[in-house]
């Protein structure tokens, strides 16, 4: 059998890796992560030691999910593992030079987004219908962003790709602005629910507008300027979000318990819910 001499998935790994090492910026924004998903870790461990109903426990789990998902998802990149080099199409500003794209944050937004809006549906007391429907377009939406960030063939078929994306996104946030308020006001959680909703709907602009600004987009930001912005954001969309999450369903776990009116499985059990 005759092997080549290097494999797709290994060809650019240490060539990504090399090129991250020599930015120290770029690194930077990778490691820091690094090191506060380790700490958000052991600090929601501890948070959670004394949850014990199902449905705060489920809520506790999917945002212990988010910093877990993210430490594999920062390793994955400072490694080079999910970092490629595109060769952009024409009409790019950047057209026909090799970019440094970071692939797998898009992959890996797949898996740590639909916890968040677990986490969020849960504490607003959803039904099962409006949280399958926002998760599966929050996965559409991270599917099709990835598209976008790897399309070489066509610039403008890189911004359909947003735009798809972007449809998905206003899926999102319709749930979380006009849905979910009035859920959480019902299951009486709407204190918390309006503040970390309004963390989430605020932060989580800002990722589109990278992808536009940065190398992806219109490259007015350079690689490790945009790193930074998601970096960024994900310190506070992640670990701030899941501390204050945590820490008000530590202190409120009676609220919790009781909810589950309309998914089932709380103090309600199946009762009907006319909305
Ligand atoms: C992309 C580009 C295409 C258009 C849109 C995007 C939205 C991304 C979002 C990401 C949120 C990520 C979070 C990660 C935490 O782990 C894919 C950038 C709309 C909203 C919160």
Same mark, same amino acid.
């Given at each position: 059998?005759?092997? &080549? ?6 060809? $650019? ?21 690094? #090191? ?7 600090? %929601? ?26 430490? $594999? ?28 794209? &970071? ?28 949280? %399958? ?15 976008? #960030? ?5 610039? @403008? ?35 918390? %629910? ?20 940065? &190398? ?30 945590? $820490? ?8 919790? @318990?009781? #909810? ?11 009762? #009907?819910?006319?909305?």
């Amino acid at each position: 059998m005759s092997v &080549p001499s290097t494999t797709p998935l290994q060809a $650019s790994q240490s060539e990504a890796l090399d090129a991250i090492q020599a930015d120290v910026l770029f690194n930077a924004s990778l490691w820091v992560n690094i #090191a506060l998903a380790g700490v958000a870790i052991l600090l %929601f461990v501890y948070m959670g030691r004394a949850v014990e109903s199902p449905r705060a426990r489920l809520i506790w789990v999917a945002t212990l999910l988010v910093p877990l998902v993210s430490l $594999s998802s920062y390793v994955g990149l400072a490694s080079g593992l999910t970092v490629g080099f595109l060769e952009m199409p024409a009409g790019h500003p950047l057209a026909g030079e090799l970019v440094l794209t &970071p692939w797998g944050r898009y992959l890996t937004w797949t898996l740590s987004t639909p916890m968040i809006l677990l986490a969020l549906g849960l504490l607003a007391d959803t039904d099962l219908a409006t949280l %399958f429907t926002v998760i599966t377009m929050d996965v559409a939406m991270c599917v099709t962003g990835l598209a976008a #960030a790897l399309i070489t063939s066509s610039y @403008a078929l890189r911004w359909v790709f947003f735009g798809i994306s972007s449809a998905f996104f206003l899926a999102v946030l319709y749930v979380l602005l006009v849905e979910w308020p009035d859920h959480a006001a019902a299951a009486g959680t709407n204190e918390i %629910f309006g503040t970390l909703k309004l963390l989430t709907v605020v932060l989580w602009l800002g990722y589109p507008l990278f992808w536009a600004l940065g &190398p992806s987009g219109i490259a007015v930001l350079g690689p490790a300027l945009t790193s930074w912005g998601y970096s960024a954001l994900d310190i506070v969309a992640k670990y701030v979000f899941a501390y204050l999450l945590l $820490s008000w369903v530590a202190d409120n776990e009676g609220a919790v @318990a009781n #909810a589950g009116v309309r998914l089932g499985g709380g103090a309600e059990g199946t009762a #009907a819910v006319d909305d």
